[in-house]
Protein backbone atom coordinates (compact mmCIF):
# COMPACT_ATOMS: atom_id res chain seq x y z
CA UNK A 1 0.00 0.00 0.00
CA UNK A 2 0.88 3.53 -0.71
CA UNK A 3 1.95 6.58 1.88
CA UNK A 4 -0.54 9.48 1.13
CA UNK A 5 1.31 12.57 0.34
CA UNK A 6 1.53 14.91 3.42
CA UNK A 7 -0.06 18.21 1.04
CA UNK A 8 -3.04 15.91 -0.62
CA UNK A 9 -5.21 16.65 1.89
CA UNK A 10 -9.00 16.65 0.52
CA UNK A 11 -10.91 20.29 1.04
CA UNK A 12 -14.34 21.42 -0.24
CA UNK A 13 -14.97 25.19 -0.87
CA UNK A 14 -16.54 27.07 1.78
CA UNK A 15 -19.83 27.62 1.89
CA UNK A 16 -21.45 30.44 0.84
CA UNK A 17 -22.36 31.97 4.30
CA UNK A 18 -20.60 33.17 7.27
CA UNK A 19 -18.35 31.52 9.37
CA UNK A 20 -19.01 31.71 12.85
CA UNK A 21 -15.45 30.50 13.90
CA UNK A 22 -12.65 30.28 11.84
CA UNK A 23 -9.04 28.94 12.09
CA UNK A 24 -6.01 30.15 10.02
CA UNK A 25 -3.09 27.97 9.92
CA UNK A 26 -2.86 27.49 13.07
CA UNK A 27 0.32 25.18 14.27
CA UNK A 28 1.41 24.54 18.00
CA UNK A 29 4.67 23.06 19.06
CA UNK A 30 5.42 21.17 22.25
CA UNK A 31 8.90 20.72 22.53
CA UNK A 32 10.06 19.30 19.08
CA UNK A 33 6.85 17.81 18.87
CA UNK A 34 4.56 19.41 16.21
CA UNK A 35 1.06 18.89 17.34
CA UNK A 36 -0.96 20.64 14.65
CA UNK A 37 0.15 22.53 11.26
CA UNK A 38 -1.24 25.00 9.56
CA UNK A 39 -4.80 23.78 10.37
CA UNK A 40 -7.24 25.85 8.87
CA UNK A 41 -11.26 25.30 9.52
CA UNK A 42 -14.30 27.18 9.42
CA UNK A 43 -17.24 26.38 11.23
CA UNK A 44 -20.97 27.31 9.90
CA UNK A 45 -24.15 27.81 12.00
CA UNK A 46 -26.06 24.76 12.44
CA UNK A 47 -23.47 22.88 11.03
CA UNK A 48 -22.19 19.26 12.76
CA UNK A 49 -18.51 18.31 11.93
CA UNK A 50 -16.77 15.43 13.04
CA UNK A 51 -13.18 15.66 13.74
CA UNK A 52 -11.77 12.17 13.63
CA UNK A 53 -8.08 11.27 13.99
CA UNK A 54 -5.93 8.71 15.06
CA UNK A 55 -4.54 9.18 19.04
CA UNK A 56 -2.21 12.18 18.40
CA UNK A 57 -3.42 13.29 15.39
CA UNK A 58 -4.00 17.01 17.27
CA UNK A 59 -7.56 16.48 18.13
CA UNK A 60 -7.50 17.55 21.56
CA UNK A 61 -4.51 20.01 21.06
CA UNK A 62 -7.01 21.89 18.71
CA UNK A 63 -9.89 21.73 20.92
CA UNK A 64 -7.86 22.98 23.59
CA UNK A 65 -6.58 25.99 21.15
CA UNK A 66 -10.52 26.94 20.34
CA UNK A 67 -11.74 26.69 23.86
CA UNK A 68 -8.74 29.47 24.59
CA UNK A 69 -7.19 26.18 27.38
CA UNK A 70 -3.54 26.67 24.98
CA UNK A 71 -2.21 29.06 22.77
CA UNK A 72 -1.02 28.65 19.17
CA UNK A 73 2.81 29.26 17.98
CA UNK A 74 1.44 30.00 14.46
CA UNK A 75 -2.24 31.42 12.75
CA UNK A 76 -5.08 33.16 13.96
CA UNK A 77 -8.88 32.86 15.16
CA UNK A 78 -11.36 34.64 13.89
CA UNK A 79 -14.98 35.10 15.92
CA UNK A 80 -16.95 36.60 13.14
CA UNK A 81 -15.02 39.60 12.45
CA UNK A 82 -13.02 39.66 15.74
CA UNK A 83 -9.55 38.59 16.30
CA UNK A 84 -8.28 37.98 19.63
CA UNK A 85 -4.55 38.43 20.15
CA UNK A 86 -4.66 35.73 23.12
CA UNK A 87 -7.52 33.80 23.45
CA UNK A 88 -8.07 32.91 27.14
CA UNK A 89 -10.74 30.54 28.63
CA UNK A 90 -12.78 33.13 29.77
CA UNK A 91 -12.68 35.02 26.49
CA UNK A 92 -13.40 32.15 24.40
CA UNK A 93 -16.75 31.59 26.57
CA UNK A 94 -17.85 35.47 26.27
CA UNK A 95 -17.18 34.52 22.66
CA UNK A 96 -20.30 31.65 23.19
CA UNK A 97 -17.71 28.48 22.84
CA UNK A 98 -18.40 25.86 25.51
CA UNK A 99 -16.93 21.94 25.55
CA UNK A 100 -18.44 19.00 26.59
CA UNK A 101 -15.85 16.60 27.95
CA UNK A 102 -16.26 12.92 27.89
CA UNK A 103 -15.87 12.90 32.04
CA UNK A 104 -18.70 15.75 31.68
CA UNK A 105 -17.25 17.30 34.95
CA UNK A 106 -21.01 17.17 36.95
CA UNK A 107 -20.94 17.32 40.69
CA UNK A 108 -22.68 14.59 41.54
CA UNK A 109 -23.85 15.62 45.12
CA UNK A 110 -25.93 18.47 43.58
CA UNK A 111 -29.04 18.42 41.35
CA UNK A 112 -29.25 18.87 37.77
CA UNK A 113 -30.74 22.46 37.78
CA UNK A 114 -27.94 23.30 39.82
CA UNK A 115 -25.15 21.74 37.84
CA UNK A 116 -26.53 23.35 34.76
CA UNK A 117 -26.26 26.85 36.52
CA UNK A 118 -23.33 26.15 38.59
CA UNK A 119 -20.47 29.19 38.23
CA UNK A 120 -23.14 30.96 36.32
CA UNK A 121 -25.95 31.76 38.59
CA UNK A 122 -27.71 34.85 38.28
CA UNK A 123 -27.14 37.54 40.85
CA UNK A 124 -30.11 39.02 42.78
CA UNK A 125 -27.59 41.56 45.13
CA UNK A 126 -24.30 42.40 45.32
CA UNK A 127 -22.08 44.59 47.35
CA UNK A 128 -18.20 44.14 46.94
CA UNK A 129 -17.35 40.21 47.53
CA UNK A 130 -20.76 39.65 49.24
CA UNK A 131 -23.61 38.60 46.67
CA UNK A 132 -27.49 36.91 47.35
CA UNK A 133 -28.19 34.60 44.28
CA UNK A 134 -31.30 34.53 42.62
CA UNK A 135 -31.77 30.83 43.17
CA UNK A 136 -35.68 31.28 41.35
CA UNK A 137 -34.49 32.93 38.23
CA UNK A 138 -31.69 30.46 38.45
CA UNK A 139 -34.20 27.25 38.16
CA UNK A 140 -35.88 28.67 36.06
CA UNK A 141 -33.70 29.05 33.48
CA UNK A 142 -32.01 26.14 34.32
CA UNK A 143 -35.28 24.53 33.36
CA UNK A 144 -35.83 26.04 30.03
CA UNK A 145 -32.22 25.15 29.02
CA UNK A 146 -32.97 21.58 30.02
CA UNK A 147 -36.31 21.94 28.01
CA UNK A 148 -34.22 23.09 24.86
CA UNK A 149 -32.49 19.98 24.98
CA UNK A 150 -35.35 17.43 24.84
CA UNK A 151 -35.06 15.76 28.55
CA UNK A 152 -37.51 15.46 31.07
CA UNK A 153 -36.40 14.97 34.56
CA UNK A 154 -38.84 14.58 37.24
CA UNK A 155 -36.62 15.78 39.93
CA UNK A 156 -34.28 19.12 39.24
CA UNK A 157 -33.00 18.82 43.05
CA UNK A 158 -31.98 15.34 42.94
CA UNK A 159 -28.54 14.58 42.50
CA UNK A 160 -27.48 13.95 39.34
CA UNK A 161 -25.59 10.90 40.64
CA UNK A 162 -28.79 9.25 40.69
CA UNK A 163 -29.19 9.34 36.85
CA UNK A 164 -28.52 7.77 33.76
CA UNK A 165 -25.94 8.18 31.69
CA UNK A 166 -28.15 9.88 28.70
CA UNK A 167 -29.67 12.29 31.40
CA UNK A 168 -25.76 13.42 32.92
CA UNK A 169 -24.85 14.18 29.52
CA UNK A 170 -28.35 16.05 28.93
CA UNK A 171 -27.62 17.57 32.01
CA UNK A 172 -23.76 18.25 30.87
CA UNK A 173 -25.41 19.84 27.27
CA UNK A 174 -27.88 21.94 29.11
CA UNK A 175 -25.22 23.69 31.35
CA UNK A 176 -23.14 24.41 28.20
CA UNK A 177 -26.37 26.09 26.56
CA UNK A 178 -26.15 28.48 28.91
CA UNK A 179 -23.08 30.49 27.11
CA UNK A 180 -22.71 29.01 24.41
CA UNK A 181 -24.35 30.64 20.75
CA UNK A 182 -21.76 30.23 18.71
CA UNK A 183 -19.57 26.76 19.02
CA UNK A 184 -20.12 23.56 21.11
CA UNK A 185 -17.57 20.46 21.30
CA UNK A 186 -18.47 17.43 22.09
CA UNK A 187 -15.76 15.08 23.17
CA UNK A 188 -16.16 11.52 22.54
CA UNK A 189 -19.64 12.02 23.92
CA UNK A 190 -20.80 8.56 23.52
CA UNK A 191 -17.39 6.61 24.70
CA UNK A 192 -19.77 5.31 27.73
CA UNK A 193 -22.83 5.03 26.93
CA UNK A 194 -24.92 2.09 25.68
CA UNK A 195 -27.36 1.36 22.48
CA UNK A 196 -30.27 3.38 23.75
CA UNK A 197 -28.46 5.85 25.85
CA UNK A 198 -25.90 6.87 22.66
CA UNK A 199 -29.08 7.50 20.45
CA UNK A 200 -30.38 9.86 22.59
CA UNK A 201 -26.91 11.77 23.24
CA UNK A 202 -26.86 11.80 19.14
CA UNK A 203 -30.31 13.56 19.03
CA UNK A 204 -29.10 15.99 21.46
CA UNK A 205 -25.98 16.89 19.82
CA UNK A 206 -28.58 17.76 16.62
CA UNK A 207 -30.81 20.13 18.98
CA UNK A 208 -28.09 21.83 19.63
CA UNK A 209 -26.97 22.41 16.16
CA UNK A 210 -30.78 23.15 15.13
CA UNK A 211 -30.17 26.65 17.36
CA UNK A 212 -28.18 27.64 14.84
CA UNK A 213 -24.80 27.01 16.95
CA UNK A 214 -21.95 25.31 14.99
CA UNK A 215 -20.91 21.88 16.53
CA UNK A 216 -17.40 19.98 16.73
CA UNK A 217 -18.00 16.30 17.57
CA UNK A 218 -15.10 14.61 18.56
CA UNK A 219 -15.65 10.26 18.35
CA UNK A 220 -13.86 7.55 17.07
CA UNK A 221 -16.50 6.28 16.46
CA UNK A 222 -17.57 6.08 12.86
CA UNK A 223 -21.18 4.84 13.21
CA UNK A 224 -21.77 8.06 15.30
CA UNK A 225 -19.79 10.14 12.72
CA UNK A 226 -21.98 8.75 9.79
CA UNK A 227 -24.85 8.86 11.26
CA UNK A 228 -25.42 12.61 12.86
CA UNK A 229 -22.50 15.02 11.01
CA UNK A 230 -22.99 16.87 7.88
CA UNK A 231 -18.84 17.12 7.29
CA UNK A 232 -15.60 15.39 8.16
CA UNK A 233 -12.55 16.51 8.66
CA UNK A 234 -9.30 14.22 9.51
CA UNK A 235 -6.50 15.10 10.95
CA UNK A 236 -3.46 13.01 10.70
CA UNK A 237 -0.07 14.21 12.68
CA UNK A 238 -1.59 17.59 13.08
CA UNK A 239 -2.70 18.37 9.73
CA UNK A 240 -6.19 18.26 8.18
CA UNK A 241 -5.93 15.67 5.39
CA UNK A 242 -9.64 15.34 4.80
CA UNK A 243 -12.44 17.47 4.76
CA UNK A 244 -15.41 16.32 3.11
CA UNK A 245 -19.41 16.36 3.58
CA UNK A 246 -20.07 13.09 5.13
CA UNK A 247 -22.80 12.11 2.38
CA UNK A 248 -19.46 12.30 -0.39
CA UNK A 249 -17.37 10.14 1.65
CA UNK A 250 -17.33 6.81 2.91
CA UNK A 251 -16.11 4.96 5.81
CA UNK A 252 -13.07 3.21 3.73
CA UNK A 253 -12.22 6.57 2.21
CA UNK A 254 -12.11 8.07 6.25
CA UNK A 255 -10.11 5.42 7.66
CA UNK A 256 -7.38 5.93 4.52
CA UNK A 257 -6.68 9.69 5.39
CA UNK A 258 -6.39 8.85 9.05
CA UNK A 259 -3.80 6.14 8.57
CA UNK A 260 -2.37 7.40 5.18
CA UNK A 261 -3.04 4.45 3.47
CA UNK A 262 -4.33 5.07 -0.11
CA UNK A 263 -7.13 3.76 -1.30
CA UNK A 264 -6.46 1.30 -4.57
CA UNK A 265 -9.43 0.84 -7.06
CA UNK A 266 -11.87 1.03 -4.66
CA UNK A 267 -14.17 3.97 -2.96
Same mark, same amino acid.
Given at each position: ???? !??DAAISIPAPA %??? =????????????????????????FPGEIVALVGDNGAGKSTLVKILSGIC????????????????????????????????????????? !???????????? %??? =??PLRILDEPRARTEAMRRIGEVGVVLEDLNAPVRRLSGGQRQAVAIARAMVNAHRLVMFDEPTAALGVKQTHATLELIRRVAQQGIAVVLISHNLDDVFAVSMRIVALRHGQVCLNVPTEKTSRATVVAAMTGVALEGRE
Open positions: MKSM !AS %RAA =LMRCVGISKFFGGVRALHRVSLDLQPDEGDLWFGEERPQRLTARQARKFGVETVYQHLSLCDNLG !AAANVMLGQEPV %RWQ =LG
